[in-house]
């Protein structure tokens, strides 16, 4: 070992508290990156091979007769077809103690060849016997039931059975059952038929055997089935082609991880500031010894190679704690989210490109931070290394407003020596303060943004005036039937509505939509109520409500605008027939798909139904939970006396729940990042601190000889500590105004298509606030008892 | 002594050296030509603030001239590139400071080393012998192990000597050397200094104590900048 090495070798390990702060620095930016991205690239991979392993279906086409065996056949063998398959989905209720909740149940054609949408079988039954059922197993916890239980289900034209499951699968394309607060169940035709339905399968799907993921190769393909289906004298009202190869919540997974990703670049920026801060303040005490060095003979290139290895000893051994530790953090991350999304993590290797940039990050950010003030420290001459004045401390201006500010009279003496040690060195005080005012600033952004959600989501109460919405399966004259709704005790308002599935017509002769097999995913609705109705607020972003009742006037939410602007016509299909309407206003609705509200008037006119709804919304007086259980079970007896037949019945804080848990990925996330910033944050300032301290021992020693008590140079020390964090705290709380600005609508967008109200949490900011100052506080303890441990004479020879 | 040795030399021309102030050029050096032949020692004194730190970190090329030349056994210091300069100076200048300035994480062997192995300039394995060789000749052989914070203040001076003697350079330079130290070890230093010129190095020491003239061979007094009056002992 040459001298020289020694030299790096003791340095390191004569100095193990600062050090291990260096080293803690680069862990910390090191760690969030692995953890992230670790997580973030198998989930990702899990999901679209969850996802595509259930070899999903191409294209659903909708019939409105019952479909052949022969001719599920012929499509099977036209050219470009991979698979074909007959299907039916029926909305379904089931009872869960004393409430209905809905139940989409698959209908499965063959148990034992079934080759597009599979799930996977995981115990019980493989194909479920006669009047016994198969279910997904998030359902379970919906359903409160085990395999084996009965469960009492009712189909739109049955009686309420009791059904057996008997066996559990897996189905990661579909969202986990507590998500959508809803059953999912597989069973045969005939048990179909046995629970009261009449109804074949009428839904065939096709996978392509070509160009898998090319959305316009499978349209075509389908369109080719359509055709073929209508020689033979079917009737087909709709295409659905989900977005090829991406799983349903895709989209959320994307905005879940953007905050991800970006909130880890942050956490790297914050890194290299730590780490900058803390090899600049090693750096100080350095300087010294390079000029020395260099007096001795030592040339700039063996004094930079010097400083390089001893960096990179420091990265080696962060990254040897940081690493392991990521990837535990990696592996709980990537299983909270496939509980979450509803997938099965098969393969957990976290891909190399990982480990990669870590060693990258935590290796060349260090060495970028420790290049300037080693080329500066071997840039300056030797004489004035060898000055006894010490060096890179730059005279502060006698005029500086800190030291006019330190002068005023009422305040102690130790606290205005804090206040100017505070800013004795400014570009350190900068990077402590960028460093806590980052941390803040991300902190509170997250606790806002997810405030911002939870406001958004009360949203739901005052846009939707109504608490239950009951769904008919057939269309009737409801008049006396709402009158007997409204003579209930607390019932407020109740109207009739009519809706319908619909696409955007582009004048073809079948309608082409997005929807994906769970029916919710993707779906687009025309929704035709009673003008004024009492039951929707919505939030008219542009334009306005509707109005004139017998007028061809349509307002579109956010997820169903597009590229339309007010005032365009805009045709719509309505039972396989296109109608036409004008655009005058746009909402932004939380919770709901795509959206077309009309007069339920000139709908019912347009489609020759007056007078018929299929829909009624029912008003509560008090809107409670509880209440609105209550009325929800007595409305369902009175539907049960008049014996109306109901696809389902839908309580608004059963949709609160069920877009609460769809957000609850992106609340728990962002309470990750807010966590972590915590961590960073206060780790920081005891980095600093403690540096800053260290580095001024000898003045410490020298004002123990003129006399300073230890509790007088403890005081000093906790002084200046909360001082910058105080300052930090003004300087984060102005940040998180302007980040959580931006997430919010960047969040709002990705997400729901809506921005989110710049929302401040009063909590977030009182929580930091005494984070900091506890922070700040236990953060100086240590030095300050560390500088007091030094005997005079130590800190006096500290060199 | 070799032939080198005997012919070293060092030759200011009208150096001046001049700091940029404020308040206008401060002139710590004007227009001073000088000639030290080898072999001497040389004290350079002057009241504080005379321009004699200023004159020594001419000579060591630890400082450019703002104008004339600083010739160094026919080297034009001045005009060496940075990373020359410090091989250059770490072979032919030993520079020996006030405050010691040893590492304090090495111990005082590995300190005589470092230069050594900066400068590449002895086979590896000699160098342990000969840095212990020279901590023996300025007699702290037995502190070899130890940790720069372990020794009195004339120790590290000494051992601060041995490093600086560590590249065999035919000049040493040194700064106030004893200006830290008692009166005994200061005289005990100055002897160590007195027998390295009789070993045939040229030593410039910049100092204060009038007490120990008699051991200079050319003694050097500066005023403001100027050199006042130069006393040479045959
Ligand atoms: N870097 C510098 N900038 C400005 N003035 C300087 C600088 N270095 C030295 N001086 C000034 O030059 C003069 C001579 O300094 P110096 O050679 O250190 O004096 P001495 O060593 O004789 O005490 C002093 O007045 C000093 O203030
Ligand atoms: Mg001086």
């Known amino acids: ?799 | 002594m070799n032939h080198e040795q005997s012919k070293s030399q060092i030759q200011l021309t009208r150096v001046s050296k001049s700091f940029p102030l404020a308040s206008g050029d401060f002139h710590a050096l004007k227009n001073v030509s000088l000639t030290i032949p080898s072999g001497k020692l040389v004290a350079i004194t002057g009241k504080s603030g005379s321009g004699k730190s200023t004159l020594l970190n001419l000579i060591a090329g630890i400082d450019k001239p703002t104008e004339g030349s600083v010739s160094i056994n026919g080297v034009q210091v001045e005009k060496l590139p940075e990373s020359a300069l410090a091989t250059w100076r770490g072979k032919n200048i030993g520079v020996v400071f006030q405050f010691f300035q040893l590492l304090p994480t090495l111990t005082i062997l590995e300190n005589v080393m470092l230069p050594m192995d900066f400068c590449n300039s002895y086979p590896k394995k000699e160098r342990k012998s000969r840095a212990l060789s020279l901590l023996e000749m300025v007699g702290i052989k037995e502190q070899a192990d130890k940790l720069p914070s372990e020794l009195s203040g004339g120790q590290q001076q000494r051992a601060a000597i041995a490093r600086a003697l560590a590249n065999d350079p035919p000049m040493i330079i040194a700064d106030e050397p004893t200006g830290n130290l008692d009166s005994q070890t200061a005289s005990s230093i100055f002897d160590l200094f007195a027998s390295l010129t009789r070993a045939g190095k040229t030593v410039i020491i910049v100092t204060h104590e009038r007490d120990f003239s008699e051991y200079f061979g050319h003694v050097i007094a500066i005023a403001d900048g100027e050199i006042v009056k130069e006393v040479i002992h045959a």
């Not at chain 1, 991406?246 to 942050?266: C, E, N, R």
């Not at chain 1, 300056?380 to 002068?407: C, I, M, P, Q, Y």
């Not at chain 1, 079948?510 to 004024?532: C, N, R, W």
Request: charged share 15%; net charge positive.
């Open chain 1, 1 to 799: 070992m040459k001298t020289r090495h020694n030299k790096i070798f003791r340095d390191l390990t004569s100095d193990y508290s600062k050090n291990l702060m260096l080293v803690l620095a680069i862990a910390i930016g090191v760690f969030g990156i692995g953890a992230i991205l670790g997580g973030y690239s198998v989930t990702k991979r899990e999901m679209t091979d969850n996802y595509l392993s259930t070899h999903p279906a191409s294209a659903t086409i909708e019939m409105e007769e019952d479909i052949s065996r022969g001719m599920v056949d012929s499509v099977k063998a036209m050219p470009g077809i991979a698979e074909a398959e007959r299907h039916a989905t029926v909305v379904a209720r089931m009872k869960v103690g004393e409430k209905w909740f809905p139940l989409l149940l698959f209908v499965i054609d063959d148990f034992k060849t079934k080759k597009t949408n599979t799930p996977f079988y995981i115990s019980g039954e493989r194909e479920p016997s006669p009047s016994a059922m198969l279910v997904e197993r998030t359902a379970l916890v919906v359903m409160k039931a085990k395999e084996g239980d009965e469960l009492e289900i009712k189909t739109p034209h049955g009686h309420p059975q009791k059904v057996k499951l008997s066996g559990t699968v897996h189905d990661p394309s579909l969202a986990p059952a507590w998500q959508e607060q809803s059953g999912y169940g597989y069973i045969s035709l005939s048990t179909l038929h046995a629970l009261g339905e009449t109804q074949g399968f009428d839904q065939l799907r096709i996978r392509v055997s070509e160009q898998p993921f090319s959305k316009e190769h499978i349209l075509v393909e389908a369109k080719g089935v359509a055709s073929r289906v209508t020689q033979k004298g079917y009737h087909v009202h709709e295409i659905q082609v989900p977005p090829p190869g991406k799983h349903p919540h895709q989209g959320q997974m994307t905005t879940v991880m953007s905050i991800f990703i970006t909130f880890s670049f942050l956490i790297l920026i914050l890194g290299s500031i730590l780490v900058s801060t803390s090899m600049a303040t090693l750096m100080v005490k350095q300087v010294r010894q390079i000029g020395v060095m260099k007096t001795i003979g030592a040339n700039s290139w063996q004094i930079g190679v010097m400083y390089l290895m001893m960096t990179l000893v420091l990265c080696i051994l962060a990254l040897l704690i940081a690493i392991p530790l990521s990837r535990l953090a990696a592996s709980v991350f990537y299983h909270q989210l496939a509980v979450l999304l509803n997938l099965e993590i098969r393969d957990n290797t976290i891909p190399n490109w990982v480990p990669l940039l870590q060693i990258i990050g935590g290796i060349v950010i260090p060495l970028i931070a420790v290049a300037f003030p080693v080329i500066r420290g071997s840039r300056v001459s030797v004489r004035t290394a060898l000055d006894n004045h010490g060096v890179l401390e730059k005279r502060t201006a006698t005029n500086f407003w800190a030291v006019r500010f330190s002068r005023i009279s009422f305040l102690s003496e130790t606290f205005r020596l804090s206040i100017r040690n505070v800013f004795r060195q400014r570009a350190r005080m900068m990077m402590t303060l960028g460093l806590l005012a980052a941390g803040g600033a991300m902190f509170m952004t997250a606790l806002n943004v997810s405030e911002a959600w939870d406001n958004n989501l009360k949203r739901i109460y005052s846009q939707r005036l109504y608490d239950l919405e009951v769904k008919l399966n057939q269309p009737l004259k409801a008049d006396s039937l709402l009158n007997k709704i409204r003579r209930i005790p607390g019932v407020t308002v109740a109207e009739g509505w009519s809706h319908s599935p619909t696409a955007i017509s582009k004048g073809e002769a079948t309608e082409v939509t997005q929807t994906y097999p769970d029916k919710g995913h993707g779906s687009f609705t025309i929704q035709a109520m009673p003008l004024p109705t009492r039951l929707l607020s919505p939030t008219v972003k542009e334009g306005r409500w509707l109005a004139n009742p017998d007028a061809a006037e349509v307002v579109l939410n956010q997820n169903a605008r597009g590229g339309y602007k007010l005032g365009d016509r805009i045709s719509l299909a309505v039972y396989g027939k296109p109608t036409a309407w004008t655009i005058v206003g746009f909402t932004e609705d939380v919770g709901s798909p795509a959206m077309a509200y009309t007069s339920y008037d000139y709908f019912s006119t347009l489609t020759q139904t007056q007078g018929q709804v299929s829909m009624l919304r029912i008003a509560y007086a008090d809107r409670s939970r509880q209440n609105a259980e209550l009325k929800n079970l007595e409305i369902e007896n009175l539907l049960q006396a008049e014996q109306i037949s109901v696809s389902a019945a839908i309580p608004v804080w059963l949709l609160q729940n069920a877009i609460a848990a769809h957000m609850k990925v992106m609340v728990n996330s962002l309470m990750a990042m807010a966590v972590l910033m915590a961590l960073v944050g206060t780790l920081g300032l005891t980095a600093t601190m403690s540096m800053n301290l260290l580095e001024r021992t000898r003045e410490i020693g020298v004002m123990r000889a003129i006399g300073a008590t230890p509790a007088t140079i403890r005081k000093l020390v906790v002084w200046e500590g909360l001082f910058t964090g105080g300052l930090s705290i003004f300087i984060a709380i102005v940040l998180a105004l302007v980040l959580s600005t931006f997430f919010g609508r960047f969040i709002g967008n990705m997400a729901f298509r809506t921005p989110l109200t710049l929302t401040v949490s009063v909590s977030a900011m009182a929580m930091w606030v005494a984070l900091i100052i506890i922070g700040s506080y236990a953060a100086t303890l240590y030095p300050a008892r560390r500088a007091n441990q030094i005997t005079t004479r130590e800190a006096l020879s500290y060199e």
